[in-house]
Every structure is written in structure tokens, then in C-alpha cells.
């Protein structure tokens, strides 16, 4: 997904989103994890048993996101994706 924007920037708009997310859902999270390693967000998260983890990495012109989700999440997988999309659009829609 293009940026267009610097990556500290992309950063601060990825923390104030996740923030957001984590304000609104973390309840349904047993667990929950995030940090960074250099340009790359580091993730992951538990709900009703079934643990998802990824990266959120940013480049010079793009953020480039990948996800690792449990078996039995398998069919959920086009409306996760989807998801993803659509809000990482929203986030640099402005940019």
C-alpha cells in the first residue's frame, strides 16, 4: 500500500490507528502484543484461543503488510484481508 508520505509520518499514523483499534476491541483480546523493530511493527494477538501475528513494515514509498492467521481463521481470511485494506487506505488517504 503507497504512503505517500515520509515514514515518520506513516509511523505516527499506524500508532494512532492501532491505538484506536486497541481502545475499541482490546477487550476481546487475552492477549496482545506490539512493538517496533526499526521500520517494522511487530504484532500479535489472542481471541477466543486462537493466536494472529504479523508485521507492519514501512519503506520509503509504501507500507507493506504481512499476517499470520490460525487455522481455524482460515475462512475468514478474504474479510480479514479486506479489512486490513480498507483501513490502511484510511489511514493515508489524507496523505
Same mark, same amino acid.
Given at each position: 500500500m503507497p504512503?505517500r ?29 506490539h512493538?517496533w523493530?526499526g ?7 489472542? !481471541? *477466543?484461543g ?5 508485521t507492519?513494515e =514501512?519503506?520509503?514509498?509504501e507500507?507493506? $503488510?504481512d ?5 481455524? !481463521? *482460515?475462512p475468514?481470511?478474504?474479510r480479514?484481508?479486506?479489512? =486490513? ?5 484510511? $489511514?493515508?488517504?489524507?496523505?
Amino acid at each position: 500500500m503507497p504512503h505517500r508520505t515520509d515514514k515518520m509520518t506513516a509511523r505516527q499514523r499506524i500508532e494512532e490507528r492501532l491505538h484506536q483499534i486497541l481502545a475499541t476491541y482490546g477487550h476481546y483480546l487475552s492477549e496482545s502484543d506490539h512493538h517496533w523493530e526499526g521500520d517494522r511493527l511487530v504484532f500479535s494477538g489472542k !481471541a *477466543k484461543g486462537m493466536k494472529a501475528s504479523g508485521t507492519v513494515e =514501512i519503506t520509503d514509498s509504501e507500507v507493506i $503488510i504481512d499476517g499470520k492467521l490460525p487455522l481455524l !481463521a *482460515k475462512p475468514f481470511e478474504p474479510r480479514i484481508k479486506n479489512t =486490513i485494506e480498507r483501513e490502511a487506505a484510511a $489511514i493515508f488517504r489524507t496523505a
